[in-house]
Each structure stands twice: as C-alpha cells, then as structure tokens.
Nanobody
Framework: QVQPVESGGGLVQPGGSLRLSCVASGATFSSFTMVWYRQAAGQHRDRVAWMHSEGATGYAESVKGRFIISRDDAQNTVYLQMNSLKPEDTATYYC????????WGQGTQVTVSS
C-alpha cells in the first residue's frame, strides 16, 4: 500500500507563506488526480486543491487566489504553495488521490497565528 508523506508545515504569521510537499512513492502517480485535503480540529476533512493528471486544477473557494497546487510526476510529488495565510487556514494538511487510493499519511500541521 502507498502511504504519502507530507511535509513543509509549521507556524507562520497571518499573511505569511508556506510550501507543502507530498511524496507518494510506489504509486503510478501520474495517472491520479491528486488532492490536498485539510482537517481542522473538530472538523471534517475537506478538499482544498486538486490537480488532474493533464494539469487542470481546482480550488476550494476559501483558498482560491491564495493557494497554488503543482506536481512533479517524475518525483511522485505534489506541492501546495500557500500564500496570504489566514488563521482559518490552521489545520493538518494531507494529500491523497481524488478517490482516496492511498493510505492516509500523517499529514503536516499548519498553524497560522500571531
């Protein structure tokens, strides 16, 4: 089973930026629509950004214009560039395929606070 490994989270002030990475070794990565999800404390896990294998992208309304998803299929890696971060972006961030083909990883914690 493939279990992605997320990294790049941390503590950042409002207005700051972070770049998350997710590596899914062992998967036929290029064939999947890859998705970044996030789960805040006590909340459901929600889709934040997704990128189809052919390059089309989509974003939740709450992050549109601030977050950018990208991928490097040769490295089995998907990225999430997060700009203009807000306290409400605080959550644990995970990646997976659109159909949840992989075992959930540990996620990476993002905390936006002054």
């Amino acid at each position: 089973q493939v279990q992605p490994v997320e990294s790049g989270g941390g503590l950042v002030q409002p207005g700051g930026s972070l770049r998350l990475s997710c590596v899914a070794s062992g998967a036929t990565f290029s064939s999947f629509t890859m998705v970044w999800y996030r789960q805040a404390a006590g909340q459901h896990r929600d889709r934040v950004a997704w990128m189809h294998s052919e390059g089309a992208t989509g974003y939740a309304e709450s992050v549109k214009g601030r977050f950018i998803i990208s991928r490097d299929d040769a490295q089995n890696t998907v990225y999430l560039q997060m700009n203009s971060l807000k306290p409400e972006d605080t959550a644990t961030y995970y990646c997976n395929s659109l159909g949840i083909a992989f075992v959930w990883g540990q996620g990476t914690q993002v905390t936006v606070s002054s």
